[in-house]
T-cell receptor, first 110, second 116 residues
Framework: TQLLEQSPQFLSIQEGENLTVYCNSSSVFSSLQWYRQEPGEGPVLLVTVVTGGEVKKLKRLTFQFGDARKDSSLHITAAQPGDTGLYLCRIYNQGGKLIFGQGTELSVKP | ETGVTQTPRHLVMGMTNKKSLKCEQHLGHNAMYWYKQSAKKPLELMFVYNFKEQTENNSVPSRFSPECPNSSHLFLHLHTLQPEDSALYLC???????????????FGQGTRLTVV
C-alpha cells in the first residue's frame, strides 16, 4: 500500500511569515494535486504538478514536484490570515488510484 | 445555482435512525463521489459513480447505501450507524472519471454528521 504523509500536521504562524509544507510518498507517483480546504468548506484545487522537478507559482504560493517523483512541497511567502485552512495533497499513483494525505492544518494569526 | 451543493450541512442522528444525505452538481459532470473526512485522517473515498453507474465501492459497510438516480444527483442513505461514523461527508464531482491524472475534483461543502 502506498503511503502518503504530510508534514507538519499543524502549523501556527504570524502574518507575514514564510512557511513550507511537505507531502511525501513511500513510492513514485504519476501526478500530484494540492487542495486547500477552508473551515466549513470543501477542498478547492490549487495546482496540479505532473513533471518531476516542476515548479509552479500561484501568487505567493510556490509548488515544487521532486525530481524523484516521490515528494512535493508548498511554500507560502508572507502568509496572510486568508491562507488559513487545511492543505491537502492528493496523488494519482502508478496503480491508477487516488490517495489523499491527512493534511497540514495552517493557522495564520493577524 | 452553480457548483456542488450538499444538504443538510449538519445532521445529528441516533443509532437507530434512517437519514439521507443529498448532493447535487450543476457543472454538467459525469462522475460523482462520496468521501468521508475524519479528524486527523486522510480523506477516504467511499463510492464512485460514472454516468449513474457505481464503479467503485471501497469496502464500505452496508449501513451506508448510495444512490445515483442521474448524473446530477447523488444520495447517501444512512441506517443504524455507529458513533465512529461521525465525520464530515463530502461529495465531489469531476468532468470524467479520474483516469486522467489532471482531472480536477469539485467538492461540496460537506455534511457534518454526528451519530449519538
Amino acid at each position: 500500500t502506498q503511503l502518503l504523509e504530510q508534514s507538519p500536521q499543524f502549523l501556527s504562524i504570524q502574518e507575514g511569515e514564510n512557511l513550507t509544507v511537505y507531502c511525501n510518498s513511500s513510492s513514485v507517483f504519476s501526478s500530484l494535486q494540492w487542495y486547500r480546504q477552508e473551515p466549513g468548506e470543501g477542498p478547492v484545487l490549487l495546482v496540479t504538478v505532473v513533471t518531476g522537478g516542476e515548479v509552479k507559482k500561484l501568487k505567493r504560493l510556490t509548488f515544487q514536484f521532486g525530481d524523484a517523483r516521490k515528494d512535493s512541497s508548498l511554500h507560502i511567502t508572507a502568509a496572510q490570515p486568508g491562507d488559513t485552512g487545511l492543505y491537502l495533497c492528493r496523488i494519482y499513483n502508478q496503480g491508477g488510484k487516488l490517495i489523499f494525505g491527512q493534511g497540514t492544518e495552517l493557522s495564520v494569526k493577524p | 445555482e452553480t457548483g456542488v451543493t450538499q444538504t443538510p450541512r449538519h445532521l445529528v442522528m441516533g443509532m437507530t435512525n434512517k437519514k439521507s444525505l443529498k448532493c447535487e452538481q450543476h457543472l454538467g459532470h459525469n462522475a460523482m463521489y462520496w468521501y468521508k473526512q475524519s479528524a486527523k485522517k486522510p480523506l477516504e473515498l467511499m463510492f464512485v459513480y460514472n454516468f449513474k453507474e457505481q464503479t467503485e465501492n471501497n469496502s464500505v459497510p452496508s449501513r451506508f447505501s448510495p444512490e445515483c438516480p442521474n448524473s446530477s444527483h447523488l444520495f447517501l442513505h444512512l441506517h443504524t450507524l455507529q458513533p465512529e461514523d461521525s465525520a464530515l461527508y463530502l461529495c465531489a464531482s469531476s468532468q470524467e472519471l479520474f483516469r486522467d491524472r489532471d482531472t480536477e475534483a469539485f467538492f461540496g461543502q460537506g455534511t457534518r454528521l454526528t451519530v449519538v
